[in-house]
């Protein structure tokens, strides 16, 4: 029986992320509704706050949106991470709104990253161990979709060193969505991360012309809020299908800046008092 060797990492990890007041993780079934927008949209929030400090760590590695979203991307020459002696310095959106994606070390938009697990975790680790935060308040940090190698590696870097506030789930009211939810809950239960709230994401669409609303995906077993029920987990309502956040997304612009008194804003904002 050889003694359990603790991975070295770890311990850099921990003390990189000491401080950071709140790390929370930003988790999704199924790809595709809505995880790395509402990371964005909480970020940018959490950082129209002056007094707040943010980072939005980007760990889809393989499909990393975060950059274009956020807005950083627009200009080439500065879409790039910096490697000091002390260590790697983060994209900065706005002075308290800090951002690390593997894309800034991407040639172009376009490029593959075609990475064996071992890579990807080399790669996940350094941002975790030579990102220089500074001091912040808030870490969201986006994963990739599922319950993939990438989150047993988030799951023993992070949640099993208490580096870790918590988790918040995003889907959509569709079945599809909420079906793959449940075994994202069940991971993070089954793990012991803590699942501060659940978001159900493009609940909805308001037509601009008529003012009817239309719920475009639609649950038929009733949907997150029964999950939260079922899973004894808080629900934190509905975030609408809204086609500016669409457009804000794809321009990198920050949607709660543009549209203050949407129906989105208003619940995001509601959601952040929830943190
Ligand atoms: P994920 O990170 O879960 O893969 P994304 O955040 O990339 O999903 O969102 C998928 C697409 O849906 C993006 O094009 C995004 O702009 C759009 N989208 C997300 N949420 C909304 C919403 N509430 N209203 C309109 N479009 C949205």
Redesign the pocket.
Known sequence: NLPKVEDPDIQLIKDNLSCIKNKILVL?G???????????LLSFLLSSDPELNIGLLDL?IT?P?IPK?IGTMSDKSNATLHMTNNGLIPNYVQDNLATISIQYLLPSLDEAIIWKSAKKETMIKKFLKDTLWNDLDYLII?TP?GTSDEHILINKLLNKTQSVTGAVL?TTPQEVSLNDVRKEINFCQKVGIRILGLVE???GFVCGSCNKKTDIFKATTGGGEALCNEFNIPYWGK????????I???QGESFIDLYPESE?TLKLVEIVEKL
Not at 30 to 40: A, H, I, L, M, R
Request: with cysteine; charged share 20%.
């Open positions: 999704s199924k790809g595709g509704v809505g995880k790395s927008t509402f990371s964005t889809d499909g949106s979203m986006d979709p995003v994401n493009m609940a975030v609408p299908l809204d086609p500016r956040l669409g804000c997304c794809d989105a």
